[in-house]
Nanobody
């Protein structure tokens, strides 16, 4: 059972990146997926999540209107499209899975599986 986040990199402020969260060893069809980030010296922050049942989503206020989460169950992958990136978006981004059909959460303690992070660096 493994989650792997990828797609991070170095981008200028105002630019875009798309992160991917791929699962191996299990299907994401039964899991809500959350994206989290942690900047140096800061606590881990829940950024966005997407449910299984109806694809309902949640976004933290700091990213609402700029980030879009989506899932492709056929590819067993969840995406985080990040537009209009700001220097304060710089962090290691993690995806995590919570088993459950209804709703989603960005409460880190409720997640069942975590992937290794991917670094996003936004230069100003």
């Amino acid at each position: 059972v493994q989650l792997q986040a990828s797609g991070g990199g170095l981008v200028q402020a105002g630019g875009s990146l798309r992160l991917s969260c791929a699962a191996s060893g299990f299907t994401l069809n039964y899991y809500a997926i959350g994206w989290f980030r942690q900047a140096p010296g800061k606590e881990r922050e829940g950024v966005s999540c997407i449910s299984v049942s109806d694809g309902s989503t949640y976004y933290a206020g700091s990213v609402k209107g700029r980030f879009t989460i989506s899932r492709d169950n056929a590819k067993n992958t969840v995406y985080l499209q990040m537009n209009s990136l700001k220097a304060e978006d710089t962090a290691v981004y993690y995806c995590a899975a919570e088993i459950g059909y209804e709703g989603c959460t960005v409460v880190a303690g409720r997640m069942d599986y975590w992937g290794k992070g991917t670094q996003v660096t936004v230069s100003s």
